[in-house]
T-cell receptor, first 115, second 115 residues
Framework: GAVVSQHPSRVICKSGTSVKIECRSL??????MFWYRQFPKQSLMLMATSNEGSKATYEQGVEKDKFLINHASLTLSTLTVTSAHPEDSSFYICSASLQLVSEQFFGPGTRLTVL | AQSVTQLDSQVPVFEEAPVELRCNYS??????LFWYVQYPNQGLQLLLKYLSGSTLVESINGFEAEFNKSQTSFHLRKPSVHISDTAEYFCAVSDSGGSNYKLTFGKGTLLTVNP
């Protein structure tokens, strides 16, 4: 149980284009979803926290207009990287938490490469 | 605010040797503690967690960690490692009184098990 999927697993795009990454909780309804960014050989950096039906809460230094988060349902959150640039290339990981269960369940990650 | 310190960025060991990965945390509130494992190009998998009760927690693959409140530590140990244990290990903490289980991660420790 408590499986989280991400799609796509890898994406390569041209500079200036937008990329959407989906995060789904497959067998549970997620109270909260989180988006992280991980640079090579580094830890996870929390980008934003989102609750279904409300605006995401972004961490300091994360541009909300560049990283658009939509949490339309209890099982789906999307991260759109707008006007992507090479410096946005990274590993993006989502996670979901379930009310009354004190942990996050992580997706397998999406490798974004911007040329 | 919370913080997590993983004192060793890399730990090389030989197969069948014991290993300890160190984790210290700082928090002004009660916490939950987690160890996650990440294999290359994959998301995070929960290894074990401390929420309450017994301070010694175990995973199904032979790892254990002990919560030491006085030393604010949650070190991870395994008495005999396998080559397949080679991975990045992250220690994380969350506020036990929080509502969305936001995690703060350490920088990670790369465990390399050599034959």
């Amino acid at each position: 149980g408590a499986v989280v999927s991400q799609h796509p697993s890898r994406v390569i795009c041209k500079s200036g284009t937008s990329v959407k990454i989906e995060c789904r909780s497959l067998d549970f309804q997620a109270t909260t979803m989180f988006w992280y960014r991980q640079f090579p050989k580094q830890s996870l950096m929390l980008m934003a926290t989102s609750n279904e039906g409300s605006k995401a809460t972004y961490e300091q230094g994360v541009e909300k207009d560049k990283f658009l988060i939509n949490h339309a349902s209890l099982t789906l959150s999307t991260l759109t990287v707008t006007s992507a640039h090479p410096e946005d290339s990274s590993f993006y990981i989502c996670s979901a938490s379930l009310q009354l269960v004190s942990e996050q369940f992580f997706g397998p990650g999406t490798r974004l490469t911007v040329l | 605010a919370q913080s997590v310190t993983q004192l060793d960025s890399q730990v090389p060991v030989f197969e069948e040797a014991p290993v300890e990965l160190r984790c210290n945390y700082s928090s002004s509130v009660s916490v939950y503690l987690f160890w996650y494992v990440q294999y290359p190009n994959q998301g995070l998998q929960l290894l074990l967690k401390y929420l309450s009760g017994s301070t010694l927690v175990e995973s199904i693959n032979g790892f254990e960690a002990e919560f030491n409140k006085s030393q604010t530590s949650f070190h991870l140990r395994k008495p005999s490692v396998h080559i397949s244990d080679t991975a990045e290990y992250f220690c994380a903490v969350s506020d036990s009184g929080g509502s969305n289980y936001k995690l703060t991660f350490g920088k990670g420790t790369l465990l390399t098990v050599n034959p």
